[in-house]
């Protein structure tokens, strides 16, 4: 599992969830599942970081799709990755394996779908992509903001999970390091 689809399936764990990661359907993968048993709130959630987004948001790395209305591109996306595998010059899907395994796992067709995402390149705007997620049936979420929740919880308990015990580590020794510069520059 990608580092970005560790710390997601972190915070999933973090707030009562169980958890299924990389599943197979085909050539395709679903990310993450997640049922939480105390309110059986399910999420079906992809996840896409990109620390240097080199062109607007797309389905497709190919710079060629980002010429694409806005509309098109975020629903070839939620067809894609949260439907199944679809055209790349209609963006439609081809089939629904992914929503029928998604529904299978999860035991039922009423569930969430997060996209999450890292930085939006500025020729995207954020308010808009979250309305045409939103218009799709997909919620868009940032990643800092998940990352942000997690950050709150980490020291309060010894965490099980790798993502948080290394986001604890570089935490504790990154402050470690700002308090001794902050010593010699005083």
């Known amino acids: ?10 915070y999933f764990h973090s707030q009562g969830y169980f958890t299924m990661t990389n599943i197979k359907v085909g050539l395709n993968e679903i990310d993450i599942l997640a049922m939480n048993p105390r309110t059986r709130r399910r999420v079906h959630a992809e996840v896409h970081i990109s620390l240097k987004p080199t062109g607007k948001i797309r389905p497709w790395g190919p710079l060629k799709f980002q010429s694409r209305p ?6 070839a996306i939620c067809n894609h990755k949260f439907i199944g595998s679809a055209h790349k010059m209609s963006g ?9 395994m998604v529904r ?5 067709d009423k569930y969430d779908r997060w996209y999450v995402i890292g930085r939006v390149n500025p020729k995207d705007s954020l308010s808009d992509l979250r309305q045409s997620f939103k218009q ?7 990643f800092q903001d998940l990352l942000s929740q997690l ?10 999970d790798d993502a948080r015990r290394y986001l604890e580590l570089c935490r504790a020794f990154l402050d ?3 308090s001794r510069r902050l010593e010699h520059e005083a």
């Open 70 to 75: 806005q509309d098109w591109r975020v629903a």
């Open 151 to 160: 950050d709150t919880s980490l020291g309060r308990a010894v965490h099980m």
């Open 104 to 108: 299978t796992l999860l035991g039922s």
């Open 136 to 142: 799709n049936g997909v919620t868009l979420v940032l």
């Open 92 to 100: 439609k899907p081809r089939n629904r394996r992914i929503q029928e």
């Open 1 to 10: 599992m990608d580092p970005a689809e560790e710390i997601v399936n972190s």
């Open 176 to 178: 470690a390091r700002d």
